[in-house]
């Protein structure tokens, strides 16, 4: 390959991950045969009126002072969460919380809550109003690090899992959660299946995170009712279970409590829920627990019939 060839691959193709088809991979077995492993990630989050200004992006749609925005997504931590982990708790879904580290000192009772009923934390940022766009690699570090200590001090849990804050990445952003031991990103979202990540050091897998599912597309860019969100969550489960009866499937639904709680959309994911807890072969896990028994079991077997495909 010239070296115009490789000047092209690389600017058309990032090289976070190898291809391989779905007929070709290593089987994927869950706990106990499980065919699907589902899991929920309620995006827990602090949004600040007045942050830094970033030059790349804009956090709030109007000028300040754009009460509108901020306060909407208040919502969620004050009424929202309640009525997400009723919803979760009735079938016996813990989360993974997508949080922003400041909402520990912000609000350490929905923190005390969740960790009451066996949820896990990993980081989506310090604030989601506070992006990477921007950054050296030095002070991206500095944010992980803030992040892991953040949610150790306060939930006596290691953090394992990540999400950039609004989704904001740089070129080495993946290299840096490998370096610090982070097991998995939710930064992509390109299968149904976990998948082994290029980094230049370590190990770091993505696992399967929805933006089809994510309420925020559902709601502010699809417009979705209630309803339709409700069946749309369950039309993925019934065709990703039935996919799982050949090789182990995810499912990732993503939640913001400042939509999903609303009080005329709670009872739509409620029964949503009860669906998918009512099958059999069904995992209900954590997005750490998917992680782990994934590097433990097939993370090897992955990535050498990866290498394999592509001499």
Known sequence: MSQADVTMTMGSDPGL??????????????????????WIAPNIEFYEYAPPTNPQRTPWPRPLPDVLSYSHRDYGNRAGWQRMLKAMDAVGMRGSVSL??????????????????????????????????????DQEREIIRDSIETIRKHTGQRMD??????????????????EAGVLYTCDLFHDD?????NVKSGRLISVPYSLEMNDTIVYNTNLYTPRHYGTAIKRQF?????????????????????????????????????HIAGHDGVWLA???????????????????????ANR
């Not at 969740?114 to 690699?137: K, Q």
């Not at 804050?165 to 840096?176: Q, Y």
């Open 161 to 178: 899992g990540w999400l950039a804050p609004a989704l904001s990445n740089n070129t080495w952003t993946m290299d840096l959660l490998a």
């Open 17 to 38: 991950y190898g291809y391989l088809p779905y007929s070709q991979r290593p089987k994927i077995t869950w706990p106990n045969g499980a065919k699907i492993a589902v």
């Open 100 to 137: 922003n580290v400041a909402l520990c000192e912000h609000h350490p009772e929905i923190i005390k809550a969740c960790a009451d009923h066996g949820w896990e934390f990993f980081s989506h940022g310090i604030y989601n109003t506070r992006y990477t766009y921007g950054m050296t690699p």
């Open 193 to 197: 299946q976990p998948t082994p990540i």
């Open 238 to 274: 019934d065709q990703l279970y039935a996919e799982g009866a050949e090789s182990g499937t995810v499912m990732c639904i993503p939640l913001h409590p400042y939509l999903v709680g609303q009080p005329h959309r709670i009872d739509a994911f409620a029964e949503a829920l009860q």
């Open 286 to 308: 954590t997005g750490r627990e998917i992680a782990q028994h994934y590097l433990d079991n097939h993370y090897d077997a992955m990535a050498q019939a990866i290498a394999a």
